[in-house]
């Protein structure tokens, strides 16, 4: 049955992987656990987006299935806080895995790709609000945001690196047994600084060289993704 599930995921998106972005990436952001027999079939999604230079994936692990019976070597409870972040933004309390937030607004069970690439479709149609471009000269990156458009008064600026692939073996809890691959997967989560969405935008940070990284700029509360780019 697993095989049939990974099949069938990935001639979906060979089959859609033409759709492009009118403007910038749009950003999808996975929710999962290597402590959740429900993930695989979303980390797999999750790979194949990857691949795509019009989204921007981004795996966070979060880590209350570590109880279970294996702790999630990814997890960090600052991603916990971030998914509770958008369910409060949507008036619920519930949060699960595997669950895909796309462009900070909509919520998609991960399991769903007919119903994400939906999603994913009408935000790549949307104009974006705001520009992002990025710069690497060695260690340094330059950060630079331009509106597009009226925007809200209270923006974060957030860089993003993350791991292009890890494969681990599980030990123990729902997934014992078995050898999972994952991808873009969150290491640092950064606040680089708050915006009024007024005039452009720029910030210079330090990166180690060859660390992908990922800015979005995004309304302050856990709200919309205004803008992003990344660079690997």
Not at 29 to 53: M, N, V, W, Y
Not at 65 to 91: C, E, L, M, V
Not at 201 to 211: D, E, H, I, K, N
């Amino acid at each position: 049955m697993r095989m049939r599930v990974l099949t069938w995921v990935a001639a979906f998106w060979t089959a859609f992987g033409g759709v492009a972005a009118a403007d910038g990436p749009v950003v999808v952001e996975l929710f999962t656990s290597q402590g959740c027999s429900s993930c695989p079939p979303a980390d797999k999604i999750l790979g194949e987006l990857a691949k795509r230079d019009d989204i921007i994936a981004l795996a966070l692990h979060v880590d209350y299935w570590d109880y279970i019976g294996w702790k999630d070597k990814f997890a960090n409870p600052s991603f916990t806080k971030r998914q509770r972040a958008y369910a409060h933004a949507k008036g619920g309390r519930t949060i699960y895995t595997p669950q895909m937030i796309v462009a900070g607004q909509d919520h998609v069970v991960g399991t769903k790709p007919m119903e994400l690439m939906r999603r994913i479709d009408a935000h790549a149609d949307a104009a974006e609000k705001v520009r992002v471009s990025l710069t690497r000269r060695g260690n340094q990156i330059e950060i630079v945001a331009r509106p597009r458009g009226r925007l809200p008064s209270q923006i974060v600026v957030q860089l993003v690196t993350y791991i292009p692939e890890q494969t681990v073996q599980i030990r123990r809890g729902e997934n014992a047994g078995r050898t999972l691959s994952y991808h873009n997967i969150v290491r640092d989560w950064i606040i680089v600084g708050n915006w009024n969405g007024q005039g452009e935008y720029r910030a210079s940070l330090t990166v180690a060289s060859g660390t992908p990284v990922a800015v979005l700029v995004q309304e302050a509360g856990a709200g919309p993704i205004l803008g992003a780019a990344k660079s690997r």
